[in-house]
């Protein structure tokens, strides 16, 4: 069985630029998380999804985030415009329904210059 | 708010020394879970605690659970190389996580 995936793995963009992460869950999966951890900090959530409805987007920095996940399976995040202080390493994590345990994906590492 | 802090940040031992890691949480969990992540890697379920006091045993690691369920620790007996990483743990309360800062650790051979 597949495990949760992301792309792009690396992105190296522009202060002021878009960028827009992807995230495909293991399949039957209806939670789906966001996470982001900044240079040797903690792993910090931003939100989560089941199915295709926010249930929490408490964690989400500000406005400039947008996450989607349309139909219910993969999801997206987009960053617009990004700042410096947006770099980090995003992950996505996907568990079944009324399960805890959450499986990570391998990331995406952001850098603002 | 809910927070969950992790001590040590760092930790450095010989192979064979023994590791252990604490967590505690600002306010009762619904439960607790660690996640090891290897360098360059994402983070890896490890286990899950969700009674009070439980205790649970993966070979050479032991997690623990309180009482109160406000805190948890890790400990590795004998570490070896492989062992290096940072161990996460994640406060669980009905569906929202919050990780602890993490411990690296860093085994000497």
């Known amino acids: 069985e597949a495990g949760v995936t992301q792309f792009p793995s690396h992105s190296v963009i522009e202060k002021g630029q878009t960028v827009t992460l992807r995230c495909d869950p293991i399949?039957?999966?209806?939670?789906l998380y966001w996470y982001r951890r900044v240079m040797g900090k903690e792993i910090k959530f931003l939100l989560h999804f089941v199915k295709e409805s926010k249930q929490d987007e408490s964690g989400m920095p500000n406005n400039r985030f947008l996450a989607e996940r349309t139909g219910g399976t993969y999801s997206t995040l987009k960053v617009q415009p990004a700042e410096l202080e947006d770099s980090g390493v995003y992950f996505c994590?996907?568990?079944?329904?009324?399960?805890?345990?959450?499986?990570f994906g391998p990331g995406t590492r952001l850098t603002v210059l | 708010g809910q927070q969950v802090m992790q001590i040590p940040q760092y930790q450095h031992v010989q192979e064979g020394e023994d590791f252990t890691t604490y967590c505690n949480s600002s306010t009762t969990l619904s439960n607790i879970q660690w996640y090891k992540q290897r360098p360059g890697g994402h983070p890896v379920f490890l286990i899950q605690?969700?009674?009070?006091?439980e205790v649970k045993k993966q070979k050479r690691l032991t997690f623990q659970f309180g009482e109160a369920k406000k805190n948890s620790s890790l400990h590795i007996t004998a570490t070896q190389t492989t062992d290096v990483g940072t161990y996460f743990c994640a406060g669980v309360w009905t569906y929202k996580y919050i990780f602890g800062t993490g411990t690296r650790l860093k085994v000497l051979a």
């Open positions: 605690l969700v009674k009070s006091g």
């Open positions: 994590a996907s568990s079944q329904a009324g399960t805890d345990t959450q499986y």
């Open positions: 399949s039957g999966h209806d939670n």
